[in-house]
């Protein structure tokens, strides 16, 4: 195949690597493909160049999509200033020629689907251009994203593109995280926002037009929207609704919306051709290092990379990799430009991967699911497809839910082939093969409402006086035994009574942006008087991301830190606990986070949220101050009130069951427990994740007696008796 024309050799011999614990630590993180590899060690002789990989992947091409509509390219002269550059590349957009129809349409009809090519401009442009015709005098201008990175990152381009202050006239909220004013027009927000600003605004008075982008990617938060605005501009004949979405399938968002207009925005799309491993890849986050390795020193500079990884630790093991092995390669390459983008990555450093790659440089972004569609980045033109991503999956039987790494559908793969051919031809590398492609994914992503927890959203839509459920508009309705898991969830947590209605702790519980489990920890808190301690742990948790600093060539160093949280016992809750306490005992100190290996982004943004919840706290007149820093039980207890749906025993084996379901789980590697002597016999967990096993997040060890004293109505005596009946004599088995 022609890409492979300039493919290298190796004088860089990389030794392979005994399994360390860094790997393990980040492999169990990291679901591999479980296939095995069709690598081989090859040579190819190109121009002078010496080779660089001790191995290559063959790939084969196998089709190309068609781009529709080609345009010219976009290099004409460009005027002075950044600014006007700016305003150019707006006329540019796909949408920009359709602007006086799409305003005519809106005026013409209340709720208007919108379709068009990622990238065609419609994130960053409708809002903009309904407030050029007075739409923004009326109200505000709100706009949803499923992704926080997405809210943030075109909330700060629209702000730089009408050239007024981030947080201004245009803002953007995600949770824990408010950026608007008095003064925003513009405001863009995550789905989850928004529907938390139903709760106060039960009919989004405050908004003239409200615009559900990313549609198509029918996020649970986002689906529940639909039902909610379908009802609203009922009685709001004045709030223009646009429904946008990145694929043609409005057809069914129409119908939903009973039968509403459809606007498409024909896409400018060059051919894209695809290649396909010849043979299944096992590491594919390896397999991607070596593509991009091939990509760089085999395909012209005019044109980036674009990967797509799970998550961040792939994210982050993959850079890691990229900067070491093209620094071995020295001056023989071009400079590479590598950018991560996940959700939890700085703002600062999320806008570097919009920044137009030097001459003579390639940029390589590694990105999570993000880049399909909420993201687009100008100049890629090869796209490296390992064919996964991160869903969470919910086993409504087991009441469990868990981020599994899960291959992604046809429809997403195409969409990501498609970001390699939106200003040129461009290529598409998918780490899996053309069987597999037609035989194991999917057609189409099934919708999040239909696989996941709905815990949280019953307790919103209850706190929005929706009782009946089972008769909600939803447009792909859940399975009715999602439903009432959930229902009896929320009943088992206390925050309903046994007519399904809100109960006062559950109204207090809606008050909290949080997980049904996690609120009604915060609020326990208050009995067993440790809502400082609480609140910090529950921040901690929070985060999504670790605090923890684990540079590779310090990684005992930074073990050995984390421990040193961790004793005294508690698991790892505690060790959250006490690493925040004592970095605010170092009244929040930056040097103490770096002796500590802390990261200190991380527990920074964990003290906004802790001061969030605190105000939260004032809301439902919980003392957050009262404390209780000698009695780490009582933390412990309080969270195990909320958690007690995440029990594990310790088995006879040596193995851990969950308490009910007698599901085996074992503890995370990551976890200050992990490599306990004596592991203890029972544990709470915050969550499970299934990588290489279905692991436990954040543990920390209990007493069984908790159980029953905590939650008698789910857990009797008969269920903790095994540990008290321990050391008598064995009963003979038949
Ligand atoms: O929403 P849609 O996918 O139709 O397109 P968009 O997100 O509005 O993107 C339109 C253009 O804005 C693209 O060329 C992006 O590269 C650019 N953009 C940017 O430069 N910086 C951002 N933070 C977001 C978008
Ligand atoms: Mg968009």
Same mark, same amino acid.
């Given at each position: ?15 392979? *690597? ?126 949803? +994203? ?26 953007? @909220? ?184 030097? @001459? ?29 991503? !991160? ?6 039987? @087991? ?41 194991? *994914? ?16 019953? *307790?919103?839509?209850?706190? =929005? ?23 009896? +969830? *929320? ?35 208050? !009995? ?6 609480? =609140? ?90 009262? @404390? ?9 207890? &309080? ?24 599901? &085996? ?26 990588? &290489? ?42």
């Amino acid at each position: 195949a022609k890409q492979q024309e300039a493919l290298l050799t190796s004088r860089y011999n990389e030794p392979k *690597l005994e399994k360390s614990e860094q790997d393990l630590w980040e492999e169990s993180q990291t679901q591999k493909a479980g296939a095995i590899g069709g690598r081989q060690k090859k040579a190819i002789e190109s121009d002078g160049y010496e080779l660089l990989f001790d191995d290559q992947i063959d790939f084969v091409m196998q089709e190309t999509r068609e781009g529709y509509d080609k345009h010219e390219s976009l290099s004409e002269m460009r005027p002075a200033t950044e600014h006007e550059k700016i305003l150019e590349g707006r006329t540019k957009l796909p949408v920009y020629a359709y602007r006086e129809e799409f305003l005519a349409a809106v005026k013409e009809h209340q709720i208007l689907i919108l379709v068009g090519e990622t990238g065609s401009g419609k994130t960053t442009q409708i809002p903009q251009f309904l407030n050029e015709v007075g739409y923004g005098e009326l109200g505000k201008i709100g706009c949803t +994203q499923p992704r926080r990175v997405a809210a943030m990152s075109v909330a700060a381009r629209v702000a730089q593109e009408m050239n007024v202050r981030l947080g201004h006239e245009v803002g953007y @909220s995600i949770r824990f995280e408010n950026c608007t004013s008095p003064k925003t027009i513009l405001q863009y927000m995550t789905d989850g926002m928004l529907l938390r600003e139903i709760l106060t605004q039960p009919d989004l008075a405050s908004y003239s037009c409200m615009v559900i982008d990313e549609a198509h990617e029918r996020t649970l938060h986002t689906d529940i929207l639909f039902g909610l605005v379908k009802d609203i501009v009922r009685f709001r004949s004045d709030l223009k609704l646009i429904v946008s979405s990145a694929t043609l399938d409005a057809e069914k968002f129409s119908k939903y919306f009973d039968d509403a207009s459809i606007f498409m925005i024909p896409g400018r799309m060059f051919p894209v051709d695809t290649y396909y491993t010849k043979a299944p890849e096992a590491d594919y986050v390896d397999a991607a290092v070596v593509t991009v390795l091939q990509i760089h020193v085999s395909q012209p500079l005019n044109g980036d990379v674009l990967v797509f990884l799970t998550g961040q630790e792939e994210i982050e093991t993959a850079a890691e990799t990229l900067s070491e092995r093209s620094k071995n390669l020295g001056s023989r390459i071009p400079e590479l430009i590598i950018c991560p983008i996940y959700a939890n990555l700085p703002s600062e450093q999320q806008a570097k991967i919009f920044e137009k790659t030097p @001459s003579g440089a390639r940029k390589v972004v590694l990105a999570t699911n993000i880049a399909e569609t909420s993201l687009t980045i100008d100049g890629i033109c090869y796209v490296i497809d390992t064919g996964f991503n !991160k869903q969470k999956t919910y086993n409504a039987r @087991s009441g469990m839910e868990s981020l599994v790494v899960t291959p992604i559908s046809q429809a997403a793969a195409n969409q990501r082939a498609g970001r390699a051919g939106r200003t040129q031809p461009g290529k598409c590398f998918r780490l899996f093969t053309a069987w597999s492609f037609q035989h194991e *994914l999917e057609p189409n992503t099934v919708p999040e409402i239909l696989r996941t927890n709905m815990g949280n959203v019953v *307790l919103m839509l209850k706190s =929005l006086g929706i009782n009946d459920l089972l008769n909600f508009d939803f447009m792909d309705r859940p399975p009715a035994d999602a439903l009432i898991r959930a229902l009896e +969830q *929320l009943y088992a947590l206390g925050a309903l009574n046994d007519r399904g209605e809100l109960t006062k702790l559950g109204r207090r519980m809606a008050e909290f942006p949080l997980d049904p489990m996690l609120s009604k920890s915060v609020i326990v808190s208050e !009995k067993y008087e440790c809502t400082s301690e609480v =609140l910090s742990t529950v921040a901690m948790l929070s985060l999504g991301a670790s605090v923890f600093y684990r540079p590779k060539e310090k990684a005992v160093h930074a073990d050995t830190a984390r421990l040193n949280f961790a004793r005294g016992g508690g698991g790892d809750h505690i060790a959250l606990l006490r690493c925040y306490s004592e970095w605010a005992a170092s009244d929040f100190s930056p040097s103490w986070c770096f002796e500590n290996f802390v990261q200190v982004k991380n527990i920074k943004k964990a003290r906004d949220i802790r001061e969030q919840l605190a105000g939260l706290c004032d809301r439902v007149e919980i003392d957050h101050t009262v @404390s209780n820093s000698d009695d780490f039980d009582a933390t412990l207890k &309080t969270i195990t009130a909320g958690f007690f749906y995440n029990i594990a025993k310790l088995g006879r084996t040596g193995e851990y069951q969950t308490a009910k379901q007698h599901k &085996t789980v074992y503890i995370h590697p990551s976890s200050v427990m992990a490599k306990e002597e004596e592991p203890p016999p029972w544990l709470v967990f915050f969550e499970l994740t299934f990588t &290489t096993k279905e692991f436990m997040r954040q543990v920390a060890p209990i007493k069984p007696s908790w159980l029953v004293e905590i939650a008698p109505h789910y857990y009797q005596e008969t269920d903790i008796e095994d540990s008290k009946t321990k050391k008598m004599p064995r009963t003979r088995r038949n």
